[in-house]
Structure formats: C-alpha cells, structure tokens
C-alpha cells in the first residue's frame, strides 16, 4: 500500500506544477525547479502521492514512481477537471504598472480567479511600449523577460490558492489593439473616473445576464486604466463598441489596486466570491 502523507500545520496541502506537454495517457513527469522543490525540500520519497496540476485546467493524484536529480515521474491515480475555478472566463485588460507593482498584481488576481491578463499601454500610461521600464533604476528588461517573471509568479500563486488554470498572460500591447477585442466577449466592462459611470449593483447588463442561465456568461473583460484613467477618446472608443463604464467609487486607486478591486467584484457578482 503506497505511504501516503499525513497533512499537517507543517505540512500544507500544496500542488505542484507539471508542463502540460510532459502529461501522458498514464503517466506524467516533473522537471527543473519544481521537481528539486519536491525532492530535496519537502524529501518526498517513491510510493507517496502529491497532486499536481497542469495548468489547463486538469488536477492529477499522482503516485510517485521514480525519481531523478532533477525530475519526478509518477502514475496518475485520478483526474479533476476545474478544481476551485470560476464558471466565467474572466480577462483582465490592465494598465502596466511600475516596478514590482505589476508583480503584485499577477499574483493577487490569480490567486482571485482572473483566468487571464492582457497588460495595456494607453494615451496616460507613464510605461513606454516595446520596453518596461525598473522603477528608480536606468536600466530596462524587455517585455520578453518580464512575461517571463509574471508567467513564474503566477505559477506559484495558482498553486498557493489550489487553482488548476494558469492565467494567460498575454503580450504587452496598445489599448487601440485592444479595442476590436471587446465584442469578442459576452460582456466588457470599462472602469470610469468621469461622472455618470455606474456601480456595478446599478449595471442593469449584468443583472440582465445574471438573471440568464449561468453557462451564457462564459466570458467577461473588464478594463481598467493607470491612476490618470482612460483617457475621453479611449472611453469613448470603448463605449461605442459595447464596454459599460463602471465606476470603483469616490475614492483615487492605484491602477493595480483597482484592478484587484475589480476582479473581486465582479467575481462576487458572479457569485464566485463571498
């Protein structure tokens, strides 16, 4: 009988992460950093089980079966299928924040639920495109690398908060590029510093689409802008082509506070929240 592990206040239920393209009919098999996580951190030995995910969406029970210096391989015992995800898609189209802001950000919405990230430039966004600039330093990482770091934070926030999706996060790009996008989704929402933008309990669309069986509202994209807002024309671009404006409230947020803000809250509506 395999020796299974006993979950204790020192040891936390965790999952661990495994390329989808190193998933079999059977079998899978852990490399690199998270394989030697789980062989000389927490010393796991053959015939235990851990559960690991892939990222799309599939939990494995595994039964560990061999192991490497740097690999783990194991008999996959049992599949679930969107284990603790939302029943909606939910993008975030986010203005790019400074320095580690954004790593903020990417973690925090992930571990929410957000199901993926577009990082915007708009009209006031302070990031130039095609580089993204260290805060209080002179050099600069190309958004390659960045996407890179953000791809490994949301790795381990997914696995934090026992989520089986991994966030897309998609390439930098311009707000216009955004725009043609918008009608893509069964609803978009825009978040709105000028008067006259509604609460989301006022946003008579989405109690319209609540009322609606909950598999019609597959997928929503919220929008939110840098501290400055959107600019006139970019709401106004937005709004004719069927984003509602929404407003967060009285108060000025920081852009990646906004944007954690707005995920929660529609995911609340939503009733996957509270």
């Known amino acids: 009988m395999a020796n299974l592990k006993v979950c204790t206040p020192n040891n936390m239920i965790t999952n661990f992460y495994v390329n989808p393209e190193n998933v079999g009919k059977d079998n899978l098999k852990i490399v690199g950093e998270e394989a030697k996580h789980i062989l000389t951190v927490l010393r796991y030995q053959k015939g235990e089980t851990i559960d690991v995910v892939d990222g799309c969406g599939v939990k494995y029970k595994v039964l560990i079966q061999d192991l490497g210096n740097e690999y783990v391989e194991g008999k996959i015992l049992l599949k679930i299928r969107r284990e603790n995800e ?43 495109v095609g580089k993204i600039a260290e805060e209080n330093s002179s050099t600069t990482l190309s958004a390659v690398r960045k ?35 918008i009608k893509t989704f069964d609803l978009s929402l825009i978040a709105s510093l000028e008067k006259g933008a509604k609460s989301l309990r006022e946003c008579e669309e989405l109690k319209k689409r609540l009322r609606s069986p909950k598999d019609s509202l597959r997928h929503v994209l919220i929008m939110v802008g840098p501290e400055a807002g959107f600019s006139k024309d970019e709401l106004s671009k937005a709004k004719a082509l069927g984003a509602i404006p929404i407003t967060l409230g009285t108060r000025r947020l920081r852009t990646e506070t906004a944007g954690i803000v707005f995920s929660s809250l529609v995911l609340y509506e939503l009733e996957d929240l509270g």
């Open 86 to 128: 939302p029943i909606a898609h939910l993008t975030l189209a986010q203005a790019i924040c400074k320095g580690l802001r954004m790593d903020f950000l990417i973690e925090k919405t992930t571990e929410i639920g957000v199901s993926s990230i577009i990082p915007i430039l708009t009209e006031k966004s302070v990031v130039k």
């Open 147 to 181: 996407m890179g770091r953000w791809k490994r934070l949301a790795i381990a926030s997914m696995k934090q908060s026992l989520r089986s999706i991994l966030p897309d996060i998609q390439h930098p790009t311009k707000f216009d590029d955004l725009l043609p996008k």
